[in-house]
Protein backbone atom coordinates (compact mmCIF):
# COMPACT_ATOMS: atom_id res chain seq x y z
CA UNK A 1 0.00 0.00 0.00
CA UNK A 2 1.30 3.32 -0.87
CA UNK A 3 1.50 5.94 2.37
CA UNK A 4 1.25 9.43 1.93
CA UNK A 5 1.74 11.57 5.09
CA UNK A 6 1.66 15.38 5.38
CA UNK A 7 1.42 18.19 7.26
CA UNK A 8 -0.41 21.08 6.81
CA UNK A 9 0.72 23.99 8.96
CA UNK A 10 2.52 21.65 10.77
CA UNK A 11 5.84 19.98 10.78
CA UNK A 12 5.27 16.41 11.23
CA UNK A 13 8.84 13.94 12.85
CA UNK A 14 9.88 11.24 12.27
CA UNK A 15 8.41 9.81 15.32
CA UNK A 16 4.60 10.49 14.23
CA UNK A 17 5.40 9.85 10.85
CA UNK A 18 6.85 6.05 11.90
CA UNK A 19 3.84 6.06 14.55
CA UNK A 20 0.73 6.81 11.61
CA UNK A 21 3.03 4.31 9.34
CA UNK A 22 2.70 1.51 11.66
CA UNK A 23 -0.46 1.83 13.03
CA UNK A 24 -2.12 2.45 9.47
CA UNK A 25 -0.71 -0.24 7.98
CA UNK A 26 -1.48 -2.48 10.53
CA UNK A 27 -5.28 -1.31 10.84
CA UNK A 28 -5.71 -1.74 7.25
CA UNK A 29 -4.21 -5.18 6.57
CA UNK A 30 -6.24 -6.72 9.09
CA UNK A 31 -9.38 -6.42 6.68
CA UNK A 32 -7.31 -5.95 3.36
CA UNK A 33 -4.18 -7.29 2.21
CA UNK A 34 -3.94 -5.44 -0.91
CA UNK A 35 -5.18 -1.93 0.12
CA UNK A 36 -3.86 0.31 -3.20
CA UNK A 37 -2.75 3.75 -1.22
CA UNK A 38 -3.75 5.84 2.19
CA UNK A 39 -3.41 9.58 2.44
CA UNK A 40 -3.14 11.22 5.76
CA UNK A 41 -3.10 15.17 6.03
CA UNK A 42 -2.90 16.48 9.81
CA UNK A 43 -3.46 20.50 9.89
CA UNK A 44 -3.01 23.11 12.70
CA UNK A 45 -6.46 24.70 13.10
CA UNK A 46 -7.07 28.18 14.09
CA UNK A 47 -4.75 29.35 16.77
CA UNK A 48 -2.76 26.81 17.18
CA UNK A 49 -4.13 24.46 20.01
CA UNK A 50 -6.66 22.04 17.82
CA UNK A 51 -5.03 18.95 15.23
CA UNK A 52 -7.14 17.58 12.55
CA UNK A 53 -6.36 14.58 10.77
CA UNK A 54 -7.82 13.53 7.44
CA UNK A 55 -7.59 9.99 6.64
CA UNK A 56 -8.45 8.66 2.88
CA UNK A 57 -8.02 4.88 2.50
CA UNK A 58 -7.97 3.18 -1.08
CA UNK A 59 -9.01 -0.31 -0.40
CA UNK A 60 -10.52 -1.17 -4.22
CA UNK A 61 -11.70 0.28 -7.30
CA UNK A 62 -13.70 3.32 -6.87
CA UNK A 63 -13.76 2.06 -2.97
CA UNK A 64 -12.49 4.76 -0.24
CA UNK A 65 -12.55 5.18 3.82
CA UNK A 66 -12.62 8.35 5.07
CA UNK A 67 -11.86 9.50 8.92
CA UNK A 68 -11.46 12.80 10.35
CA UNK A 69 -10.94 14.12 13.99
CA UNK A 70 -9.81 17.18 15.46
CA UNK A 71 -8.17 16.92 18.85
CA UNK A 72 -5.39 19.06 21.32
CA UNK A 73 -2.74 16.56 20.43
CA UNK A 74 -1.52 15.41 16.97
CA UNK A 75 -1.87 11.79 17.70
CA UNK A 76 -5.51 11.60 19.72
CA UNK A 77 -6.09 13.30 16.67
CA UNK A 78 -4.70 10.63 14.54
CA UNK A 79 -5.51 7.65 16.64
CA UNK A 80 -9.57 8.94 16.46
CA UNK A 81 -9.60 9.62 13.14
CA UNK A 82 -7.66 5.84 12.66
CA UNK A 83 -10.74 4.38 14.89
CA UNK A 84 -13.32 5.81 12.37
CA UNK A 85 -11.08 4.10 9.17
CA UNK A 86 -10.97 0.62 11.52
CA UNK A 87 -15.11 1.15 12.09
CA UNK A 88 -15.71 0.67 8.59
CA UNK A 89 -13.39 -1.37 6.75
CA UNK A 90 -14.66 -3.98 9.45
CA UNK A 91 -18.27 -2.86 8.79
CA UNK A 92 -17.46 -3.31 5.13
CA UNK A 93 -15.40 -6.70 5.27
CA UNK A 94 -18.17 -8.07 7.47
CA UNK A 95 -20.96 -7.15 4.63
CA UNK A 96 -18.73 -8.47 2.05
CA UNK A 97 -18.44 -11.39 3.76
CA UNK A 98 -22.75 -11.81 4.67
CA UNK A 99 -22.92 -10.46 0.74
CA UNK A 100 -20.89 -14.02 0.11
CA UNK A 101 -22.88 -15.98 2.49
CA UNK A 102 -26.04 -14.84 0.98
CA UNK A 103 -25.30 -14.26 -2.82
CA UNK A 104 -28.23 -16.72 -3.83
CA UNK A 105 -30.37 -14.34 -1.84
CA UNK A 106 -29.91 -10.97 -3.79
CA UNK A 107 -33.16 -10.82 -5.47
CA UNK A 108 -34.99 -10.83 -2.27
CA UNK A 109 -32.59 -8.19 -0.39
CA UNK A 110 -35.25 -5.39 0.70
CA UNK A 111 -33.43 -2.08 0.70
CA UNK A 112 -36.28 -0.84 3.50
CA UNK A 113 -34.71 -2.98 5.85
CA UNK A 114 -31.03 -1.96 5.72
CA UNK A 115 -30.08 0.99 8.32
CA UNK A 116 -26.92 3.21 7.97
CA UNK A 117 -26.39 5.54 11.06
CA UNK A 118 -25.70 9.09 10.23
CA UNK A 119 -22.19 10.96 10.77
CA UNK A 120 -23.06 13.66 12.70
CA UNK A 121 -19.41 14.81 12.92
CA UNK A 122 -20.17 16.02 9.34
CA UNK A 123 -19.97 19.93 8.38
CA UNK A 124 -22.89 21.28 6.70
CA UNK A 125 -22.21 24.06 4.23
CA UNK A 126 -24.82 27.03 3.69
CA UNK A 127 -24.71 30.21 1.51
CA UNK A 128 -24.97 34.08 3.34
CA UNK A 129 -28.51 33.43 2.94
CA UNK A 130 -28.91 30.31 5.03
CA UNK A 131 -29.56 28.54 1.62
CA UNK A 132 -27.36 25.20 0.90
CA UNK A 133 -24.48 25.61 -1.21
CA UNK A 134 -24.15 23.83 -4.47
CA UNK A 135 -21.42 22.03 -4.62
CA UNK A 136 -19.85 20.33 -7.67
CA UNK A 137 -18.93 17.30 -7.86
CA UNK A 138 -16.21 15.17 -9.84
CA UNK A 139 -17.41 13.14 -12.53
CA UNK A 140 -17.72 9.70 -11.39
CA UNK A 141 -18.13 6.28 -13.11
CA UNK A 142 -22.01 4.45 -13.08
CA UNK A 143 -21.32 0.82 -11.73
CA UNK A 144 -23.07 -1.75 -12.43
CA UNK A 145 -24.22 -3.34 -9.38
CA UNK A 146 -27.33 -5.17 -7.33
CA UNK A 147 -29.24 -3.25 -5.05
CA UNK A 148 -27.72 -4.26 -1.90
CA UNK A 149 -24.12 -3.57 -3.71
CA UNK A 150 -25.31 -0.05 -4.00
CA UNK A 151 -25.87 0.29 -0.43
CA UNK A 152 -22.79 -1.46 0.62
CA UNK A 153 -20.91 1.32 -1.65
CA UNK A 154 -22.71 4.05 -1.09
CA UNK A 155 -21.98 3.49 3.70
CA UNK A 156 -18.55 2.54 2.40
CA UNK A 157 -17.91 6.00 0.79
CA UNK A 158 -19.88 7.38 3.26
CA UNK A 159 -22.00 9.24 0.89
CA UNK A 160 -25.60 10.08 1.31
CA UNK A 161 -26.60 8.96 -2.18
CA UNK A 162 -25.52 6.73 -5.07
CA UNK A 163 -26.96 6.35 -8.72
CA UNK A 164 -25.60 3.00 -10.39
CA UNK A 165 -26.90 0.52 -13.28
CA UNK A 166 -29.08 -1.92 -11.72
CA UNK A 167 -27.63 -5.61 -12.76
CA UNK A 168 -31.06 -7.19 -12.48
CA UNK A 169 -32.45 -5.26 -15.37
CA UNK A 170 -30.11 -2.38 -16.49
CA UNK A 171 -31.75 0.42 -15.65
CA UNK A 172 -30.54 3.67 -14.29
CA UNK A 173 -31.65 3.30 -9.95
CA UNK A 174 -30.52 5.54 -6.95
CA UNK A 175 -30.06 4.58 -3.31
CA UNK A 176 -29.92 7.36 -1.00
CA UNK A 177 -30.43 7.46 3.36
CA UNK A 178 -33.67 8.88 4.69
CA UNK A 179 -33.59 11.15 7.13
CA UNK A 180 -35.92 8.63 8.91
CA UNK A 181 -32.08 6.48 8.81
CA UNK A 182 -33.61 4.15 6.52
CA UNK A 183 -32.17 4.02 2.96
CA UNK A 184 -34.56 4.71 0.29
CA UNK A 185 -34.56 3.04 -3.37
CA UNK A 186 -35.31 4.81 -6.81
CA UNK A 187 -36.46 2.11 -9.70
CA UNK A 188 -37.57 4.86 -12.37
CA UNK A 189 -40.11 3.96 -14.74
CA UNK A 190 -38.92 5.27 -18.42
CA UNK A 191 -41.66 8.30 -19.26
CA UNK A 192 -42.64 6.11 -22.40
CA UNK A 193 -43.77 3.03 -20.40
CA UNK A 194 -45.60 4.91 -17.54
CA UNK A 195 -49.32 4.64 -17.33
CA UNK A 196 -51.14 8.15 -17.69
Not at 94 to 108: W, Y
Not at 150 to 171: E, I, P, R, T
Amino acid sequence: MELSIKGNKLDIGDALTQHIESRLTDSVEKYFDHALDANVVLTKEGNGKNFRTDIVVHIGRNIKMHGRATTEEPYTSFETALERIAKQLRRYKRRLNDHRKNAPDLAAFEAQKYIIENNPDEDEATSADGAPVIVAEMATTILDLTVSEAVMHMDVNNSSALVFQNKAHGGINVVYKRADGNIGWVDPTPAANAKS
